[in-house]
């Protein structure tokens, strides 16, 4: 008979964090990258980098996978590292539960129903959301059929969205 670790499910899934949602750290507390569900909503422990322009974290806002110059090899999704530098951005990457310090870790909301602190740049209820065309720390209509969806309107004028980052 093998013997399950402490904090996982016989499946491998970490049910016990050491953080709250609303908590950071400057060290690696939960494993980057780690998956946290509750309800109708997933979240994803991160790493924010602050960005060339220096964009400090705004609890509710949109962050994008970081990568200079929107490379994605430099970093963002492969090693859940965050920003909400739109000029250092390749694709969204999900709604910041605190405000992070510059290279320290925190929640980001990637799945499910959220509320955002900035309106959206544009648009109407029931929209596919995307990063390109947004400023920092929003999203924008989808305009193309090249654009990265990453959510969708529900009500635009209550800051609603439901989130399909992905992760």
């Not at 991160?46 to 322009?53: F, P, R, S, T």
């Not at 920092?136 to 090249?146: I, Y």
Request: include cysteine.
């Amino acid at each position: 008979m093998s013997q399950q670790t402490p904090g996982t499910s016989a499946k491998g899934i970490k049910k016990i964090f050491a953080t709250s949602l609303t908590e950071t750290s400057t060290i690696d507390l939960e494993g980057v990258g780690a998956i946290r569900r509750e309800g109708q909503k997933a979240y994803k422990w991160v790493k924010y980098n602050a960005g060339a322009g220096s964009v400090a974290a705004v609890a509710g806002n949109v962050v994008y996978y970081y990568g200079v110059s929107g490379d994605a090899v430099t970093g963002g999704y492969e090693n859940s590292e965050v920003t909400m530098d739109l000029t250092d951005a390749y694709m969204g990457a999900g709604v910041l539960q605190a405000v992070i310090a510059n290279g320290s870790y925190g929640w980001v909301q990637v799945r499910g129903p959220a509320t955002l602190t900035t309106a959206l740049t544009a648009g109407a209820d029931g929209n596919a959301l995307t990063h390109v065309g947004a400023t920092d720390g929003t999203l924008d209509v989808s305009a193309l059929v090249t654009d990265a969806i990453v959510a969708f309107a529900t009500d635009i004028s209550a800051k609603k969205i439901v989130c399909m980052f992905p992760y």
